[in-house]
């Protein structure tokens, strides 16, 4: 458990928090330091003696809520052989929303896979004391890190989970457990289910797995009045290996990651639980692999989706639009939201586009582009949006079906696949595709190859909480 408080007392551990002008102001008070310290970002230094070690961290100048969020996160990953799992007291004149952003760094750092808490600041004897905030402010941030650090790993727990650790049964139970948890409402369909309820797109690609399938629904209930009711699709392809259209063999490792969708709306999920937001959130997750089988789906099926629309198959790689197709017509039909959001690792063209920046997003809503806009500014998990005109929707238009899941150009199709999914949302009026292709699995400070970054989880709660 995270233990803040507000406390002046003499401590062995120390950090120290100095922007370049305090510095400035301040570093006749530390003699000799000022050779080796400057206050400039992601700056340390570190002074013992016989009775303490002091950190010294630079923050720069000016440094927004997310940059310090880094500084802490960075500084907590690097030293975490330092760091000792003792009281340890934080001098700064950051005000409460930055000392936020400090303390979440600080234990969003500690991640490592797999996760054990075995970091000094997850510890018995380690605590957090500051003089600058209240004892009830310390006590509600030290609930809302650790909430945010449950939700956000768990998520990329899951999303860097080798494949055979994470089967549709395991991640399953995990869901689960997890609805009993929390008290979610959780219902599930396999396989047979499923095509009985008619999930035609999500099953075609299900079909060709020798897993179950699990059209998975989970429900959280804040019981407030009037509370606005938020719908999350996640993209859960398991594992891609593109089906019949099979992906060439360089880096088909990292189709590990194809659930980064899925792992934003698990983290999501579990922190606004444990925070018991005032919302109602209804969670989609049509969990599957996208396998090569004799049974698998051709190019040139033709298939049934949810809505009744048909959809010519031209390539059996474009499976998480297929997915995410019967994913938000099921919701849209069956729940009524004040607002739709589907995220998904879709398409390399979006990943062509903006490389590992930011996240390509669709919206037929200006307010909702708005909300999203902020929120994703401020946690600095950005997107940058996209038009939906319907120009695009020639390209994808079948001569024996009602749809083709891809266009045969070379080019625009993480357009082409939200212009897809616009055809699913049953005219929903507040509806956002995110393509986190780019962003949800890279390069981390955590770990020598790529892995799960986290994208996804802050920017959700963030919308959520101001929605």
């Known amino acids: 458990m995270i233990k803040i408080y507000n406390k002046k007392e003499t401590t062995t551990q120390n950090i120290f928090l100095f922007s370049e002008d305090d510095w400035e102001h301040e570093k006749s008070n530390y003699p000799n330091t000022e050779h080796f310290f400057n206050g400039k970002k992601s700056e340390v230094f570190i002074k013992t003696d016989s009775n303490e070690i002091n950190f010294f961290i630079g923050i720069g100048k000016d440094s927004k809520g ?30 409460l929303e930055l000392t936020e952003e400090f303390v979440k760094g600080l234990f969003l750092g500690t991640y490592l896979y797999p996760f054990e808490k075995s970091h000094s600041f997850w510890q018995e004897n380690f605590e957090l004391n500051f003089e600058n905030i209240s004892e009830d402010e310390a006590k509600k941030l030290a609930l809302k890190t650790e909430a945010l650090c449950n939700g956000q790993f768990a998520g990329m727990e899951w999303l860097n989970k080798p494949a055979n650790y994470k089967k549709v049964d395991q991640i ?57 009711n938020i719908g999350l699709v996640g993209k859960c392809v398991l594992f891609d290996t593109g089906g019949i259209s099979i992906k060439p063999s ?33 969670a989609i997750f049509p969990i599957t692999d996208n396998a090569v089988s004799e049974k698998a789906y051709l190019p040139s099926d033709v298939i049934t989706a949810y809505n009744g629309k048909t959809i010519e198959v031209l390539d059996t790689d474009a499976e998480g639009r297929m997915t995410l197709a019967d994913g938000l017509s099921y919701l849209s039909k069956n729940y009524a ?32 582009k708005k909300s999203l806009e902020r929120s994703a500014d401020k946690t600095n998990q950005r997107i940058w949006n996209l038009p939906l005109w319907d120009v695009w929707k020639d390209d994808f238009t079948s ?48 770990a020598k190859d790529k892995a799960a970054t986290g994208y996804g989880v802050q920017l959700l709660l963030d919308f959520i909480e101001n929605y």
């Open 172 to 228: 399953s139970e995990f869901l689960k457990s997890t609805a009993e948890k929390y008290s979610l409402d959780y219902k599930v369909l396999n396989r047979e289910e499923s095509i009985k309820e008619g999930l035609g797109a999500f099953i075609a690609v299900n079909q060709g797995s020798s897993q179950e399938a699990a059209f998975t629904i989970l429900e959280y209930k804040s019981g407030k009045e009037n509370a606005k």
């Open 399 to 446: 001569d024996v079906a009602d749809l083709k899941n891809i266009s045969m150009k070379p080019f625009g199709d993480c357009i082409i696949a939200a212009k897809f999914l616009e055809q699913f949302i049953e005219d929903h009026q507040n509806w956002a595709h995110l393509d986190i292709a780019g962003v949800a699995f890279g390069n981390v400070g955590y």
């Open 250 to 282: 360089a880096n088909l490792h990292y189709m590990k990651s194809d659930m980064g969708g899925a792992s934003a709306v698990i983290g999501a999920l579990i922190t606004a639980s444990e925070l018991k937001l005032p919302v109602n959130i209804i």
């Open 337 to 368: 939201t004040d607002v739709l959001i589907d995220l998904a690792t879709l398409t390399g063209s979006s990943v062509r586009m903006f490389g590992y920046t930011c996240g390509a997003y669709f919206s037929n809503n200006n307010d909702l």
């Open 66 to 95: 997310f940059e310090i969020q880094a500084i802490a996160n960075k500084f907590a990953n690097d030293y975490k052989k330092n760091l000792q799992a003792v009281p340890t007291s934080v001098h700064s004149k950051l005000g």
